[in-house]
Structures are given as structure tokens and as C-alpha cells.
């Protein structure tokens, strides 16, 4: 996905609502557009292959034409009223010329909006292009619903169609539309329809078929024709396609135009009649009495390919092809059966009869379109879906009526889900790695205080962790001074005990015997006890512990080594904290109180008032002086003869 664009900020679909009106030329659902400045108001109906708005100018309707002539043909756009008007110059109008003679219009560049009014219609755009048509061959004008650009005299200049600007400005959520011309005869007459940027999933009934864009953008809509069936009331049915021709679809057109084999089994099946004055099959009422008795129905089937894949099958009543035309403006209408005799097959086409019953919708950047049945049911509701682009959604296929259509809200649901997911998911594993330092804490002090364990504290056990044959890993390259954690952890292992750097005091653990008792091995050097500590219960040494406790601030707290000669000091800050400050009283007396409770089993050592070295800091020494603050430099570190190097696997 490229340029993503939050969902909040996605364009919605434009709805553009129609004229409500049956026009008189053909009986056709139109609708409003808003052309210049000021606006002037005039009804076109959908080119489903051209890409420019076509209008009837003030010379379609000349002074001594009937006064109805604006009427009858949708209104008309006079120029010279407009102060917006561009005009660009006098060229072709380059549509449907394999099916008409060519025709001019005069071109130019307006602002188009859609609706009758800006409220009920949709936005307006400055300098579309727009061609004032002033001759008969189309009685109304046309809105383009192609992406096509429009080039006057070369191709270096294109000018965009109205579809692409609303997609460049954010306008719609994608290069797509769709439409279906409405249906006259059904219902109380239901208008026609036409969505940009979406679909309508109201008006048609999904199916699994989904056609590719032709290479040629004139003749783009392409299907394979495979077959045309009618089904009359007596439930005969007749094949009216000789063979399989793929065949265009365009709207700009009322007609059906087939092989001239497949009109002549219409002609034989329903009694038709070509008119070569009028070049239609033109039906009189004996003829129309006879067709509404016998009421045929026509499924056309339609593939990707004339042969074989998957297909579609639409089927229109014989009412859509009842349809009538007026020769002249104030003339009796006059009925026709929609079908045309094609010369070749550049020819082929299903015109605006055959979307009556047919929902088309083409998404331009994924390059396939759709062709669904209608549906047709009383109190029908809009229900606008988006066909997202690429850079609003995950590349999917979108276009109604197909197998990819139903995905579309599927995909939304599951992208929504997944993202819900992938957070929680990244929540607790954000959780899991800020919170393993205090868990792995936690997980330590579990260990090392349980109620099955003894607490030993004594200095010189400490002191001894100094004066082993300490050996390092081989392993390891890199060289470091050892922490008195690594030192306390090496000698604890070696002799069987427990050894903890807590967070207000130094512990030496041992597992307890079964009988509560605390069994110390016999080695004095090490740790010296009174026969007193050595038989004191497990209670007695956990109340000891805590008495020798000792709280340490925070700066003491990390990288905190002894010397050889007994110096404690720390490395992060490279200073001593020895020097005597005044405590509280409280703080003294409960010094004093845990050097008398250590007299029994520590040698004495005595206090000094002043801030030079002793030879080793007792727990008493370093209690009394918890709080002070002094900043002595320490003398040289100096360590056994062996070098150390740092070890991984302690705490």
C-alpha cells in the first residue's frame, strides 16, 4: 500500500441522484448538471464510453424551432451567458464514429457540478472540458463517465475527465463508478442510477463473474456474447445467436446492435419488420398486441471469452424492449423493438436498453468491471458501498458482482481485526520486556529468602571470597575487574552456599537440615561463629539477618567491590564513602546496638571518629555510617596475583 491515508480521512462515494425525469425522447431516466456562471441547468443522460460533458447549445435550438425544442431535448447552455466559458475551438465530437456519421461541436472549458443544486448534487469542478453541441443527431447531451483524457489537436496537452480530477482532488475513493439507466416500466418507474467512486448494493444481485478491461480504452467495456435466448409464457424458448461475438457495452447508445444472422432469427421467431426509412425495426399495434400476449423474455449469457470460463446471465422482459422514439419533436411517439443490424463486428454493441436490467460497474485501476442482474422491490433504499483505491486499503479487486465483491467489507472486518490483534499483541510483549528486570528481582529475592534457608552474615567469610583460587572461564577474552558480585557468587559456589548482593545488605545463604538447625562447615578462616551461632536455630539466624542488615542509598547500590586490603568502594563513581558525618540519634543507637549484638561472634574492630581507612569496614562500621556522604579517592585497586577476568552466569 502506498501513501495510506487514515480511514477517517477516506472520501466517501458520490451518489448522483437523477433528474426525475422520464425525458420525451425515448422515455430515458436523466440527469441534472450545473454548467457555467452563472449555473444553467440542463438534463443529460450516461456515456458509459465517452469522457467529456456534452450539452445542447442555444443553436441545437434555433428561433424557428417549436418552443418546446429546450424541453425536448434536456435544455440548452448558452455560452455567450457565461463569464466562466473557455473556449477552446471547433473540433469532432470522436465518439461512436464506427456507428454515426461524424459530427463537430464547439469545445471549450467550463465549471460543471452535478444536481440540480449543490446540496443534492455533487461537487463543482472549474475548467472541465465541454462540448456545445447544436446538431440532431443526439437529441440530448451526455456525461462522460470515462477516465480517458481529452487531446484537441495532438497528445501533449491532455486535459482530464471529470472522473479523474474528482479522484486526483480526494474527491472520490477511487477511479470507478456505476450504473444502471432505470427501468421505466417497472415498478411506478424506477429511475436510473449512477454511483462514482462506488456501487449501490441495493439495486443488483451479486454474482461470481468479473470481466477484464479491454486493451482498447475506445472499446474498453468488452464481453464475450455467448448466447442469446428468449423464453416466451408458453415456456418455448429459441436460440437467437447464430455464434459467440464479443461485444461492447456503452450506454450512449438506446439499441442492441447484433449480427445481421442474429436480427433475421429475431425477424423470423417474433415477426419483425426492418424499416429502411427509419433504419429501425419499427412495431405497429397489431404487431405490439401480439408480443405483450406471448410476453417473451431474452437472457443474454455473458463471459470473459466466447466459449468457455465463467458467465453471467441477464435477463430482460419483453417491456424493455417495448420502446418508442419521436421522429420529430411535436410528433406522435412511435413504438420500435431495440435491436440494430450491425456491418461488421466493430459494430457489436448493448446499448441503454439492455442496461435497464443490467447493474454495470468498472473499476479503471484494477482494470475490470462487472455486469450484474437488477433488482427491482418496493422501498428500495440506497446502500453505498466504496470501492476503495489501492492507497485507502490493501490491493484487493472491489467491483460489485463479482467473486471479489463480497470481499470487500470481509477484508475490512479482517484488517480491522488484525491490527486490533497485532497491537495487543505488541501491548504485552512492550509490557513483558519493560517489566523482566523487576520480575527477574522479584524472581531472586523469592529465592534466596525462603523460610527452608539459614542466613549467614559474616565479614570474614567475605573477606576470605578475596584470597581464593578464583578461575575464571578460559572462554572468555574479555578482561575486567570482578564485581563483589561475581566474587561473592565464585565462593559461594565453591563451598556450597548461597550468595546474594540484596538490595539494603550482603547474605550469605546456606540450605537448612531437615531438623531446623544450622550446620556451618568447620573452617574458622572463612567464618568464624561462637558455638552460640553455630547451633542457633534457623529463626534465630533469619532475626539475625535482619538486625544485620544494612541499608545502603542508591549510589551504593551498583558496582560495589572490596579490596584485597578490605577497602570498599564504588567503580561507577570512583569514590569513597568513609568520610563521618553527623547521624541522628536514632541512627546511632541503633549502630551501637548492632555492634553489641555482633560482639559475641565478630572480632572487635574498632571505630574511629575520623575519615581515615580501616583495615576492613565491619557490618557495625557500616551501619553507623549509612548515611554519610564523604568523597575520599580510594587507593589503588589491588588484587590477588591471579587475573580476573569477568564471568558470565552470576546473578
Known amino acids: 500500500m502506498t501513501n495510506s491515508i487514515p480511514t477517517s480521512l477516506q472520501p466517501s462515494p458520490i451518489s448522483w441522484p437523477p433528474s426525475q425525469y422520464w425525458e420525451t425522447a425515448g422515455g430515458w ?8 456562471s452563472p449555473a444553467q441547468i440542463v438534463r443529460v443522460l450516461i456515456s458509459t464510453a465517452g469522457y467529456a460533458t456534452w450539452v445542447i447549445s442555444d443553436l441545437g435550438c434555433p428561433p424557428d424551432s417549436p418552443p418546446s425544442c ?77 477516465q480517458q483524457p481529452t487531446n484537441f489537436s495532438n497528445f501533449t496537452e491532455p486535459h482530464p475527465s471529470f472522473l479523474t480530477n474528482l479522484y486526483t482532488k480526494t474527491m472520490i475513493p477511487s477511479l470507478s463508478w456505476s450504473y444502471t439507466a432505470g427501468a421505466k416500466y417497472r415498478l411506478k418507474g424506477v ?21 477484464d478491461l479491454a486493451t482498447d480504452i475506445s472499446r474498453d467495456l468488452l464481453v464475450g456474447l455467448q448466447s442469446i435466448t428468449s423464453t416466451e409464457s408458453n415456456g418455448s424458448t429459441n436460440l437467437l445467436l447464430p455464434s459467440a461475438r464479443f461485444t461492447f457495452i456503452d450506454s450512449t447508445v438506446p439499441e442492441i446492435y447484433l449480427p445481421l444472422e442474429a436480427c433475421q432469427l429475431f425477424e423470423r421467431v417474433f415477426g419483425l419488420v426492418w424499416n429502411a426509412t427509419y433504419g429501425m425495426y419499427l412495431v405497429d399495434d397489431a404487431l405490439h398486441d401480439i408480443l405483450v400476449t406471448r410476453s417473451p423474455s431474452f437472457t443474454f449469457k455473458l463471459g470473459n471469452s466466447k466459449t468457455d470460463g465463467p458467465t453471467v446471465e441477464i435477463t430482460l422482459p419483453y417491456d424493455s424492449f417495448d420502446l418508442s422514439f419521436r421522429p420529430e419533436i411535436d410528433s406522435a411517439p ?105 520480575i527477574i528481582r522479584y524472581r531472586r529475592k523469592r529465592r534466596v529468602f525462603p523460610n527452608t534457608r539459614a542466613v549467614i552474615s559474616c565479614p570474614k567469610a567475605i573477606q576470605h ?9 578460559q572462554s572468555s577474552s574479555k578482561r575486567s575487574t570482578p564485581s563483589l558480585q561475581s566474587l561473592l557468587g565464585f565462593y559461594a559456589t565453591s563451598h556450597g552456599l548461597i550468595a546474594e548482593l540484596g538490595t539494603n545488605s550482603w547474605n550469605l545463604l546456606r540450605e537448612a537440615p531437615d531438623n531446623g538447625k544450622v550446620e556451618l562447615p568447620e573452617n574458622p578462616g572463612r567464618c568464624e561463629l561462637s558455638q552460640e551461632d553455630r547451633s542457633a536455630t534457623l529463626e534465630d539466624h533469619v532475626s539475625r539477618r535482619r538486625a544485620l542488615q544494612t541499608p545502603l542509598n542508591s549510589s551504593r547500590r551498583q558496582g560495589l567491590v572490596v579490596s584485597s586490603s578490605g577497602h570498599l568502594f564504588t567503580l ?65 585497586l589491588r588484587f590477588p596475583e591471579r587475573s580476573f577476568q569477568h564471568r558470565r552466569g552470576f546473578f
Not at 473540433?91 to 454515426?100: D, K, P, R
Not at 429511475?191 to 451479486?206: C, E, K, M, N
Not at 468498472?362 to 422501498?379: A, I, M, P
Not at 575519615?611 to 549509612?626: D, G, K, L, V, Y
Open 70 to 146: 429546450s424541453q425536448f431535448r434536456g435544455g440548452i447552455f448558452n455560452s455567450n451567458n457565461s463569464r466562466t466559458w473557455n473556449q477552446k475551438g471547433f473540433f469532432g465530437l470522436a465518439l461512436e464514429t464506427n456507428l454515426y456519421p461524424p459530427d463537430n461541436a464547439t469545445w471549450g472549458f467550463e465549471s460543471v457540478a452535478l444536481g440540480f443544486t449543490n446540496a443534492t448534487g455533487g461537487p463543482v469542478l472549474e475548467n472541465q472540458v465541454v462540448a456545445a453541441l447544436s446538431g440532431s443527431q443526439y437529441v440530448l447531451g451526455t456525461f462522460g463517465l470515462g
Open 29 to 36: 431516466s436523466s440527469f441534472a448538471l450545473q454548467i457555467g
Open 334 to 438: 412511435v413504438r420500435y423493438f431495440p435491436i440494430q443490424r450491425a456491418a461488421n463486428d466493430s459494430q457489436l454493441t448493448l446499448g441503454r436498453t439492455f442496461l435497464q436490467e443490467a447493474y454495470l460497474t468498472t473499476d479503471y485501476e484494477r482494470g475490470n468491471f462487472s455486469v450484474s442482474q437488477c433488482k427491482f422491490e418496493e422501498s428500495m433504499e440506497q446502500e453505498i458501498v466504496p470501492i476503495l483505491s489501492d492507497k485507502f486499503t490493501l490491493p484487493t479487486d472491489t467491483v460489485p458482482g463479482s467473486s471479489a465483491a463480497p470481499r470487500v467489507a470481509h477484508l475490512e472486518r479482517q484488517k480491522t481485526i488484525g491490527i486490533s490483534v497485532g497491537a495487543v499483541f505488541g501491548f504485552l510483549l512492550l509490557l513483558t520486556l519493560c517489566s523482566w528486570p523487576y
Open 191 to 211: 429511475f436510473g442510477s449512477l454511483t462514482l467512486g462506488g456501487y449501490d448494493a441495493a439495486r443488483f444481485t451479486p454474482s461470481n463473474m468479473s470481466f
Open 572 to 636: 561507577g563513581g570512583l569514590r569513597a564513602s568513609r568520610t563521618e558525618t553527623a547521624a541522628s540519634e536514632e541512627k546511632s543507637a541503633s549502630a551501637r546496638s548492632i555492634q553489641s549484638s555482633l560482639s559475641k561472634s565478630l572480632p572487635a574492630t574498632p571505630v574511629s571518629d575520623s575519615p581515615q581507612e580501616s583495615a576492613f569496614p565491619t557490618w557495625a562500621r557500616i551501619a553507623r555510617h549509612q548515611h554519610e556522604e564523604p568523597e575520599l579517592r580510594p587507593p589503588p
Open 465 to 473: 571470597a578475596f584470597q581464593v583460587d578464583y578461575k575464571p572461564s
